[in-house]
């Protein structure tokens, strides 16, 4: 199979197709940067191609299989492209975070931990994506950047913050990618986009070198074409790091090789009350489907959802406010609109708000480990819809009207808040009139237990319940 083709498949295909001398990590990368080039017009899912560095790191990873470098051999993503969200640092550029204001500072020294991590797992770098501004917001229409476009519908959204994450997935652009997660902003563009999400949880991956936007909610995760890619590309990502103050200093616990195992004793249950009311009827159709693939018969509550994702909102404000008042104060034109209005009511919310957020949140972490006591998955819908169209101000879901921005997060928003791992996994055909668009089930488990979370999406993927393929771009 040559380059061009290989490039549609796993991740996992592409790195034993380079260490069986099947083709080589170059090939592999130019094969990602010809198709970055001849899709980014319509999808604008990159804001920065790192050409340069890509083809010098393929061939450094040539050379050395060349050389017998049997190290090289033992790499779990030899010569895989990736790409990053833009509020990763990658040496040699500026971290925008979607912003303007961010345009003027200095290139970053150096890379961040997990862009380092996958580079020493043998992965070449590729570029820098799109982003809704300081990871505020679930669509990534960006003024500054542009919007990124839905691969599946190009006239519609990919989700947000880490839009172009996932667009670039699913345009097949890269196998891989990185974004992070605050309310939703992996689960979000990944239901929309079509392919699978992790969210880990939360202090599992450090974030120093990346732009925070809410310290004691932000995640980082990745993107991928399959749960096993996924596995792969987390089992890299692993590590503790004192650097940054909230990843929890705890060994690493391998995934991939434990995704054989399938269903094995597992109690799964399906989310209802809030998560069937607040969805719409193609998100309950794909929740049910994966539901009955999985055995799943009985349905359970989490009480006080909607509380709880208010205290997700006021704390998300609260904390973003206070991280950019500093440019609020001096350069508040430079905003895009929406976020700066956000970020500057956050600053304006009264301490006790917060400090009742904060205890509602931990009330809320404490009736879930309740939950989990009697079941080891749990799963909901990642998103109310499908993608709206670029543009749409409004969502109708079960006669509510709703801001369409704000709610495409209502359902990934309350788990979000106490940090637990989640896998959002693509089901297709669920909405009768769009069955083109995709839109993904949230599996979610118990901390630490990320491999659970993607032992069911494997066994989905397997099944042929869930799938990522990528986007016929014409």
Known sequence: MNAPDLLNQSAADMAAAVRAGLTTATALTHASLDRISATQPRVNAFTAVTVKRALQTAADLDARLANGDTTVQELPLLGVPFAVKNLFDVAGLTTLAGSKIERGKSVAAADAPLVARLHAAGAVLVGALNMDE??????????????????????????????????????????????SDTNGSIRVPASLCGTFGLKPTYGRLPRNGTYPFVASLDHLGGFARSALDLALMYDALQGYDSRDSGCVARRAEPTASELALGLNGMRIATLGGYFHDQAGPEARTAVARVAQALGAQQVVELPEVARARAAAFIIANSEGGSLHLPDLRSRAADFEPLSRDRFLAGTLLPAAWVHNAQRMRRWFALRAAELFQDFDVLLAPATPCVAPTIGTEWLHINAQRLPARASMGLLSQP??????????????????????????????????REDRVLRVAHHLHMTGAASAPVASLG
């Open 134 to 179: 300081y990871a505020y917001g679930f669509t990534t229409e960006n003024s500054h950047e542009g919007a990124t476009h839905n691969p599946h519908d190009l006239t519609r959204i990919a989700g947000g913050s880490s839009g172009g994450s996932a667009a670039a997935v699913a345009a097949g652009q890269v196998p891989l990618s990185l974004g």
């Open 415 to 448: 788990i979000s808040c106490i940090g637990l791992p989640v896998c959002a996994v693509p089901v297709w055909g669920c909405d009768p009139a769009l069955p083109h668009l995709p839109l993904a089930v949230q599996i979610i488990a118990a901390p630490w």
